[in-house]
């Protein structure tokens, strides 16, 4: 029950900034949007996540629409060591409790 | 953050067999996760476990199958039980931290 649509994958050059996509119509009022990282053999890395107002840290930012539907990652600077899959998350209230329910992500190519 | 410790990070098993996985957390959290992830795939939810209650499973996925145990704040087990070759996969642990949700490196199970 994924709520996310990201392209499966994308280029970006060394040193440009690299935005990244990702369509969550579904998404309601009080649902997070969280956005990860894999990189290749390794356990999903914490990258940024935002509720209504963007947001930005040292790895990157968060733009979130008005109408919430939609939100961009954008990785300023680019490096190799950027190529990973990056996932795009809404984070999911349960029973249970609150859960992240990864969808396809997009893989990032970043060449040089 | 919260750092999470993995073992075994991986195996090779014989089918019919039974594995348990084990995940310690450095500091006390709520709730902790267990994920899939299959070859070339994304991540899949298995179940959330939360001290004091028995694991919530996600649609798909068993307790006979995945028993899961969470004695303490800090530390959670998953078994893989009766293995056959569908069950090769990467398996990985995660935990609700203060900004979002910390993962192990992961278990890569291998089933012969």
């Known amino acids: 029950d994924a709520k996310t649509t990201q392209p499966p994958s994308m280029d970006c050059a060394e040193g440009r900034a690299a935005n990244l996509p990702c369509n969550h119509s579904t998404i309601s009022g009080n649902e997070y949007v969280y956005w990860y990282r894999q990189i290749h053999s390794q356990g999903p890395q914490y990258i940024i996540h935002?509720?209504?107002n963007n947001e930005t840290n040292e790895m990157a930012s968060l733009i979130i629409t008005e109408d919430r539907k939609s939100s961009t990652l954008i990785l300023p600077h680019a490096t190799l060591r950027d190529t990973a899959v990056y996932y795009c998350i809404v984070r999911v209230a349960a029973a249970a409790g609150n859960k992240l329910t990864f969808g396809g992500g997009t893989r990032v190519l970043v060449k040089p | 953050s919260a750092v999470i410790s993995q073992k075994p990070s991986r195996d090779i098993c014989q089918r019919g067999t039974s594995l348990t996985i084990q995940c310690q957390v450095d500091?006390?959290?709520?709730?902790m996760f267990w994920y899939r992830q299959q070859p070339g795939q994304s991540l899949t939810l298995i179940a959330t476990?939360?001290?004091?209650?028995?694991?919530?499973?996600e649609s798909g996925f068993v307790i006979d199958k995945f028993p899961i145990s969470r004695p303490n704040l800090t530390f959670s087990t998953l078994t893989v039980s009766n293995m056959s070759p569908e069950d090769s996969s990467i398996y990985l642990c995660s935990a609700e931290a203060n900004y979002g949700y910390t993962f192990g490196s992961g278990t890569r199970l291998t089933v012969v």
């Open positions: 476990a939360n001290q004091g209650s028995e694991a919530t499973y």
């Open positions: 935002g509720l209504k």
């Open positions: 500091s006390q959290v709520t709730m």
